[in-house]
């Protein structure tokens, strides 16, 4: 990893946690429009829906298909939630899946650092945020994601990445402009709307990586140490039913009881039912038992 792009994903961990202390002062002197927050809302959902079900599940896993147009606009999306190119998002994440937990994976807890409290607090923290100045984007694009590496629509949106993230920032600025009509407007929509969105998308993604590979519950025969963790159901979209999704990596939902709430896939049904998904990957209850510890 280069010295630049080091920067630079320091400075994509660290000028949104900023911003964010920023934006909870203003919260706590009531300096907080609620159209901010409804800006902030709205572009926290069309990105992190794009992650999940875009960069993730579609993207990464083939859990089921859309049109090609469908595809870019996830992966337009998807790049505004500033976690890297799509095709260097899901070489990574195929990466993971290929050595989960063991030598290889970029961003296990478990490997590499020593025992005792100092280790598992070191493993933690590579598997959030540290792994990001290490071995994010290190993933051979010709080995996990071929598929997009060769398809020239993905090729073109991941060398846009940059204006993109231009554009996470300018779209909720301008549309804090739209519903004010002034320059502190825009401001607290660049605020709210990109800033502090774009930290709050990080962080929920990241605790995939980290505590759902620390904490919570198992039920499955899997060769790695995944978790769920019920609490980042809603925040994560339905990503933090992990551990359902290590033992059925293909699945379009990941949350595999009635209890276990999974946005995404309510998602994905629905485009389904309106004819924009298809051939739509379910795990019946035969194969889960099958695999249950």
């Not at 079900?53 to 993207?59: A, I, N, S, T």
């Not at 976690?83 to 296990?108: L, T």
């Not at 051979?140 to 940059?162: K, Q, S």
């Amino acid at each position: 990893m280069t010295s630049v792009e080091k920067a630079a994903n320091l400075a994509a961990v660290v000028v949104p946690f900023v911003a964010t202390i920023a934006a909870i002062a203003l919260l706590w002197r009531s300096l907080v429009n609620p159209a901010d927050l409804a800006i902030a809302a709205v572009m926290y959902l069309l990105t992190a829906i794009s992650i999940t079900v875009g960069f993730h599940r579609l993207l990464t896993h083939r859990s089921f298909q859309t049109s090609k147009p469908l595809e870019y606009v996830f992966a337009v999306f998807g790049s505004m939630a500033v976690q890297g190119p799509v095709i260097s998002w899901v070489a990574d994440h195929r990466k993971h899946h290929a050595h989960s937990d063991v030598e290889g994976d970029p961003h296990s807890p478990h490997v590499g650092h020593d025992g005792g409290v100092r280790g598992v607090l070191q493993g933690l923290w590579h598997a959030h945020a540290g792994w990001l100045m290490s071995t994010q984007g290190r993933a051979d694009w010709r080995r996990y994601a071929p598929d997009l590496y060769e398809d020239r629509g993905m090729r073109l949106i991941g060398r846009r990445f940059v204006p993109l993230v231009f554009a996470s920032l300018a779209i909720p600025a301008l549309a804090g402009y739209a519903v004010s009509g002034t320059l502190a407007g825009a401001a607290t929509g660049l605020l709210w709307g990109g800033l502090v969105r774009i930290f709050f998308v990080h962080h929920i993604t990241w605790s995939v990586n980290s505590v759902c590979h620390f904490l919570g519950t198992r039920r499955f025969e899997t060769d790695d140490r995944s978790t769920n963790v019920f609490w980042l159901a809603l925040p994560s979209l339905g990503e933090s039913w992990h551990h359902n999704h290590h033992a059925f990596p293909r699945s379009a939902g990941h949350g595999l009881k009635r209890w276990e709430l999974d946005p995404s896939a309510l998602i994905i049904s629905t485009l389904e039912k309106l004819g924009l998904a298809w051939n739509v990957v379910r795990i019946s209850p035969e194969r889960q038992s099958q695999r249950i510890a």
